[in-house]
C-alpha cells in the first residue's frame, strides 16, 4: 500500500530541548536508551501509553512529538 501512513517524530529534537540524554529520558520513562534510540531513529513506533508518557516527561502535547508523513 503505498499510501501507508507513517509515523514519525520530534523526539530527539524535544529531548535536546530539555537537555536530556537518551538514557535519562529512558530512566525517566521507564524504558532502555535503547528504545528511546530506536523511537528516535523510527525503527520503533511506541505504545500509546508509552508515547503518552513521552509526552509527560518532554512537557508535549502529542502532536507536538508525533506526526504521520
Not at 520503533?44 to 508525533?66: G, H, M, Q, S, V
Amino acid at each position: 500500500m503505498e499510501d501507508e501512513l507513517i509515523l514519525r517524530n520530534y523526539l530527539k529534537e524535544a529531548r535536546n530541548e530539555k537537555k536530556l540524554s537518551q538514557a535519562q529520558l529512558a530512566k525517566l520513562v521507564g524504558v532502555s536508551r535503547n528504545t528511546i534510540s530506536s523511537i528516535e531513529t523510527g525503527q520503533f513506533n511506541p505504545t500509546a501509553k508509552l508515547a503518552l508518557i513521552l509526552c509527560i516527561a518532554l512537557d508535549k502535547k502529542f502532536e507536538e512529538l508525533f506526526y504521520f508523513d
